[in-house]
């Protein structure tokens, strides 16, 4: 079973468009203001989207801590994450030619579709 603990989150960004159905997805900045879903592997997130808000409404992001977070292939513990296409996490391969960005690393196991806990740290750093 997932589950989350004490980290830190960022209060002071709205949602660009209505993320009501991407809570625990990563989100990029669209703006200074305001974030959106990441939409490609090669995207630098900011965090993870912790709440269910609409266009307009106050996102709050998880940048650094325990967090849930959706996935979209199945992690196992240990597994360094990134996000997918889609915002979800996935394991990314450290050194593999995509140019993706390591987000942090899953803590429990499970399959595609299901919420996991994952320790958040958004370095950004390069995985090629």
Known sequence: M????VGTDLGFFTASADLSAKQYYF?????EST????????????GVLQNKPTSGE???VRCFGISKVSADAT??????????????????TLGSETTVHVC????GAGAAGTLQTALINITNGRGA
């Open 2 to 5: 997932a589950y989350e603990a």
């Open 27 to 31: 989100v990029k900045l669209a703006s």
């Open 35 to 46: 974030v959106t879903v990441c939409a490609a592997v090669t995207d630098k997130p900011i």
């Open 58 to 60: 106050q996102a709050i």
């Open 75 to 92: 992690l196992a513990a240990g597994d360094v994450i990134g996000t997918s296409a889609d915002g979800q996490a996935q394991p990314i």
């Open 104 to 107: 942090g690393q899953a803590i």
